[in-house]
């Protein structure tokens, strides 16, 4: 079978799509033929091998990329209890944990201090076969397709921690999500817009700005190439700021995203990809009963919920592109490029994308 992985760190030149054995399934574990696979952010992270406080890093190289991906259970090992059966579409749940600590327990994956990630540590989805507990597999409900799953388990599944878990926004309220164009942020404004929300967004190009606009879930778009960008928000408001703002860019917007903010606001922080060190005013933050709410990726419940309400809601996730696998260079580039706006997946059961 065929593998994107990265065999050092550094440029797109370190990905190789690679020919491994095929997996064989252990006790407890099922074959996933994948037919879509994601990238993400991480990726570009990990091939750049990014260190720091709190960032994961692969076990070992070379190392397979993917931290997200949908596809069909076609083998199954030893005692595999009866919940997955074979032909079954299913998505990954990215997140491995340790299953029986109290967070485990009530499904707050993310919470177990033993979790790891598929694709950052562990070897990742963008290969068409994978092995996987069957207890880390869910059933797609019907409509949803394989294409559209595997944009879901890490952008859906963290936009939903961040709106309805963390921010739990409510009709009404003011949300306005900073970089409007990855797919976490897409996400977010998708799913707020669906809890009755008005959903604002900002980004630095005008060429996104108008892509943006496009989106029938977006009412406004700041676009904010400079710092200062709040003074404007706070215009659109009376003076009255937002309610919440989701940020996972960090430091270059944090002080922006807290002066938006109005009193009670609710600043909730699911990424520091322009740096984990803000400069801010601690003033700013308490003298305004304002709260920063962090929200990494969610666990197993939100990743039910999330699959769940697109079955029953049909909200289709926005994506961007989908390439074959043999040019997930050009999908990094991509990333690296923010030219974006939601997923950009490979497709992994045959060597054509569609049209
Ligand atoms: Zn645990």
Redesign the pocket.
Same mark, same amino acid.
């Given at each position: 079978m065929k593998a994107a992985a990265i065999t050092g760190h550094g440029g797109v030149d370190q990905i190789q799509v690679v020919s491994l054995p095929d997996p064989v399934p252990g006790p407890g574990e099922v074959l996933v033929q994948v037919a879509y696979a994601a990238l993400n952010r991480a990726d570009v992270l990990i091939r750049q091998g990014l260190t720091g406080p709190g960032v994961r890093r692969p076990h070992r190289l070379p190392h397979v990329l993917g931290v997200d991906g949908a596809g069909t259970v076609v083998a199954a090992g030893a005692d595999v209890a009866g919940t997955v059966a074979l032909g079954d579409r299913v998505a990954i749940f990215p997140a491995m944990? @340790?299953?029986? =600590?109290s967070? =485990?327990r009530r499904g707050l994956t993310s919470r @177990?201090t033993?979790?790891t990630l598929i694709g950052e540590e562990e070897p990742g989805l963008q290969q068409q076969l994978f092995a996987v507990p069957a207890r880390s597999v869910l059933r797609l409900p019907d409509p949803l397709s394989l294409r559209d799953a595997a944009a879901v388990p890490a952008a859906y599944t963290t936009a939903w921690t961040v709106v309805v878990t963390t921010a739990a926004v409510r009709a009404g309220e003011r949300v306005l999500v900073i970089g409007g164009g990855g797919g976490v942020a897409v996400a977010a404004m998708q799913l707020a817009a669906h809890c009755g929300a008005q959903v604002w967004a900002t980004t630095r190009s005008e060429q996104k700005a108008a892509r943006l606009r496009e989106l029938p879930f977006v009412d406004r778009v700041f676009c904010t190439p400079d710092p200062g960008w709040s003074a404007e928000v706070l215009d659109a408001t009376d003076g009255d700021g937002v309610d919440v703002v989701v940020d996972s860019v960090g430091a270059p917007t944090w002080r922006d995203s807290i002066r938006s903010l109005g009193q009670g606001g609710r600043l909730v922080v699911c990424g520091a990809t322009g740096g984990d060190v803000p400069d801010i005013s601690i003033r700013e933050l308490y003298q305004s009963n304002r709260r920063v709410l962090g929200a990494p990726f969610g666990g197993w419940n939100d990743f039910r919920d999330v699959f769940a309400f697109l079955g029953r809601s049909g909200v289709s996730p926005v994506i961007d592109r989908v390439l074959p696998l043999d040019r997930v260079r050009e999908g990094h580039q991509a990333l690296e490029a923010q030219e974006h706006v939601g997923k950009i997946l490979l497709q992994l059961d045959t060597g054509d994308a569609p049209a």
């Open positions: 944990s @340790c299953e029986t =600590c967070a =485990c @177990c033993r979790y």
